[in-house]
């Protein structure tokens, strides 16, 4: 699903004109952008949460050269799902299995 499948989900189901609704969406995750930016964690109800986690550096490699590289600290975005998303996941997915 894309940013544009969610307007025309929004534009359909909630009956928000095109406009407002792509508008919604992209208001929507620049909200979430800023408050990762800032070092908040932001948490969807139903859904899950992100948090922004530091990285230490270590050494890697280079996969084509096999040259082992340093890779330097940084900081990455964990999502982690509620437990009434993964039980829907895992629902569905022994559903899907059965068949």
Same mark, same amino acid.
Request: glycine share 6%; hydrophobic share 40%.
């Given at each position: 699903m894309t940013k544009? /499948?969610?307007?025309?989900?929004?534009?359909? *189901?909630? !009956?928000?004109?095109?406009?407002? @609704?792509?508008?919604?969406? /992209?208001?929507?995750?620049?909200? %979430?952008v800023e408050s990762l930016a800032k070092g908040d964690d932001v948490k969807l109800p139903k859904f899950g949460s992100l948090k922004i986690q530091s990285r230490k550096p270590r050494l890697g490699r280079n996969p084509s050269? !096999?040259? *082992? %590289?340093? %890779? @330097?600290? *940084?900081k990455a975005i964990v999502f982690r799902p509620s437990k009434i998303l993964r039980a829907k996941l895992n629902n569905n997915s022994q559903s899907d299995q059965d068949e």
């Open positions: 544009k /499948d969610l307007a025309n989900f929004l534009h359909k *189901r909630m !009956g928000l004109n095109l406009k407002e @609704s792509v508008k919604v969406v /992209d208001k929507f995750f620049e909200i %979430i050269t !096999g040259e *082992r %590289i340093e %890779i @330097s600290k *940084r």
